[in-house]
């Protein structure tokens, strides 16, 4: 049988039928990818007859609409649209004002709005006004230092919040802009295997077990998470039970915080009795609607009072933390770190099903690496639910980290132009097309509201055009040092001068070798010990390290880290960002791809406590530095 709906039905909402990898080999998604990913999204393909009906639905819908599903226009000026037909509006503003009108002779005029995200309706049909800054202003040119929020506790514990507030006055106090964290989202209290940032339970709720507890602390170099989260959460626990449920300010704040805090708060207590993943719960217990879990909710208040109390003092301890980087003056304070999806069983997808795909996770095509792709385990929002819910939960998410940060990270924003879909089962992915434009707008409404910088990581297999719209926008991208290279050359690494303005500048991330392990080759090390690669292969690699090394040396005209740190002040770049690591002399890195505990991912801790950090010489050193490059 043909699949001709099934292709038309595909390309009609953005599922890719091929695509070119990283390595630029054609790829063609089969027939049951198209239908799983489209069955992800909401939409019914599982048969040929079936696929022609949804696109005949899908096509009369369109047809019926006299204005597409959103619009960008600049805040502060009119909007002129052009709708199919005409006939009375109704505009409701995102501070809930109502306007009306009349389009007439095929133009629909509104008047100059304010920044936001509003409703428009006309002939029974609504759309999404995006009121958005043209472009993000660019920062001045500064610097910052990223470090792993966890390995703050020097000896012994776990980094806190407290903590966090110390580095950032001692940074503040010697010239940094900013201190980067990897993501503080939520994350699985009751399961102490479950630590990685970038897999979190929730985006728009933070990571509890950072509130500062007066407890000892398990000593060692690296965390052992299995002793050191059940103790803060008792400790927690503790402090709950002494504290005053009713004291007006965390009454204002669960107020204030609403049926998403009242959601969040109810998952993690029935996480607390029947285990932390939802999909292992009994079916009664898996949707939050269900009268079940309003019962349940009812008759453990004092359970769920406490998550949300919980996350109320993580929340006031962010709050001193900005204030610490104001009151120092920081031009932006803390940079936090958007992971790019959540859990598929976490909090967050339990609260919001209907803005999830389901029975597919994000991941990456086929590479060099990864001959059969990546699958990440993360659920991606449904590109038709952000359209139906006027890209709400993505202002959501952005919004609860612009509250605290002045500079936000959006981790892998190639996802914004289009993200690679694993559907469950062993079958290949493929791409899903994302209204770009859109978030974008949102991002500058988010960020515009509160005067931060975007980042997008943009490393990887770059959409054309995705740089381009991202300058557009004000949002910087990223360079990696190590990467920066003349590819279509002699393969030498780029000079400064040869940087753009519009980035973040680093040497490397989190997920990539320190400066030190890099001219060591520890992650090669690495690689050949937990058996990914072979000896004579690891030879090899190693053999083409130490000659990118000594390209990279030549170019820096130095082989120490102050060079290094020299050569990124020297770049065009508005931002630079040095890791503590490098500033150390560290030769591990924070975490090793494709490994999960094979490898101690977030566990290492600084040899530096938080307070002493900026007053280290070596710190002050790069301080100096990165001063002299009229940063």
Do not use: K
């Not at 000896?535 to 090394?549: M, P, T």
């Amino acid at each position: 049988m043909s699949d001709e709906a099934l292709y038309e039905l595909a390309r009609a909402v953005g599922v890719f039928i091929d695509y070119s990898d990283q390595m630029g080999v054609h790829r063609v998604a089969p027939p049951e990818t198209l239908r799983a990913v489209l069955g992800a999204m909401g939409l019914a393909a599982g048969h040929e007859g079936e696929a022609r009906d949804t696109l005949d639905r899908l096509r009369a819908a369109e047809a019926a609409r006299p204005l597409p599903d959103w619009v960008i226009g600049e805040a502060g000026e009119p909007v002129t649209l052009r709708p199919a037909r005409g006939g009375p509006w109704a505009l409701r503003l995102e501070d809930g004002h109502e306007l009306e009108g009349q389009a007439e002779d095929g133009m629909l005029h509104l008047p100059p709005l304010p920044l936001g995200r509003h409703r428009l309706t006309l002939g029974g049909h609504g759309t999404t006004i995006l009121s958005a800054p043209a472009r993000l202003p660019l920062p001045p040119r500064g610097w910052g230092v990223t470090l792993p929020l966890y390995g703050l506790a020097e000896g012994a514990g776990l980094g806190d919040y407290a903590d966090l507030a110390a580095v950032v006055a001692g940074l503040a106090r010697i010239g940094a802009g900013f201190v980067g964290l990897n993501p503080i989202h939520a994350g699985f209290p009751t399961d102490a295997n479950n630590f990685s940032p970038y897999a979190p339970s929730s985006r728009r709720r933070f990571n509890i077990a950072h509130v500062p507890v007066d407890i000892p602390g398990q000593p060692g170099a690296m965390i052992d998470y299995g002793a050191e989260l059940p103790a803060r959460l008792a400790a927690l626990r503790a402090e709950f039970a002494a504290s005053n449920p009713d004291a007006p300010d965390f009454a204002a704040f669960r107020r204030a915080s609403g049926a998403g805090l009242a959601r969040f708060a109810t998952h993690q207590a029935l996480s607390d009795r029947l285990g932390p993943y939802w999909c292992h719960w009994p079916d009664a217990y898996r949707s939050p609607d269900s009268a079940v879990v309003a019962e349940f909710a009812a008759a453990h208040a004092g359970e769920v009072t406490f998550h949300a109390w919980a996350q109320w003092r993580a929340e006031a301890h962010l709050a001193e933390v900005r204030r610490v980087a104001e009151a120092g003056g920081m031009a932006q304070g803390l940079y936090l770190d958007l992971a790019v999806g959540v859990n598929p069983a976490g909090a967050e997808t339990w609260a919001a099903p209907d803005q999830f795909a389901r029975g597919v996770s994000l991941g990456a095509p086929p590479d060099a690496f990864a001959a059969d792709g990546q699958t990440w385990g993360l659920a991606p929002f449904n590109p038709r639910a952000l359209l139906a819910q006027g890209f709400a939960p993505l202002a959501e998410t952005l919004a609860a980290q612009l509250r605290f940060a002045g500079m936000l990270r959006i981790d892998h924003i190639l996802g914004f132009e289009r993200a690679f879909w694993v559907p469950e089962g062993g079958l290949p992915g493929t791409y899903v097309a994302m209204p770009r434009d859109a978030l974008m707008a949102v991002a500058r409404i988010e960020a515009a509201r509160v005067g931060a910088v975007i980042v997008g990581e943009d490393l990887g297999n770059i959409p054309e055009g995705l740089r381009a719209a991202m300058d557009a926008s004000g949002l910087l991208g990223c360079r990696v040092a190590m990467f920066e290279r003349d590819w279509h050359g002699d393969g030498h690494f780029l000079p400064p001068e040869a940087y753009p303005d519009t980035v973040l500048a680093s040497f490397s991330t989190h997920d990539l070798p320190t400066w030190a392990g890099w001219c060591a080759a520890r992650d090669i090390d690495w690689h050949q010990q937990l058996g990914h690669i072979d000896g004579h292969a690891a030879e090899g690699a190693r053999a083409g390290r130490a000659h990118e090394v000594q390209l990279f040396r030549d170019a820096l005209g130095g082989g120490e880290a102050d060079a290094l740190h020299a050569f990124l002040g020297r770049t065009p770049a508005r931002l630079v960002a040095v890791q503590a690591e490098d500033v150390l002399g560290l030769d591990e890195q924070a975490n090793l791809p494709g490994t999960v505990h094979e490898h101690p991912n977030w566990r290492r801790r600084l040899p530096v406590g938080a307070a002493a950090l900026a007053a280290d010489p070596r710190m002050r050193r790069t301080a100096e530095i990165l001063s002299s490059t009229a940063r």
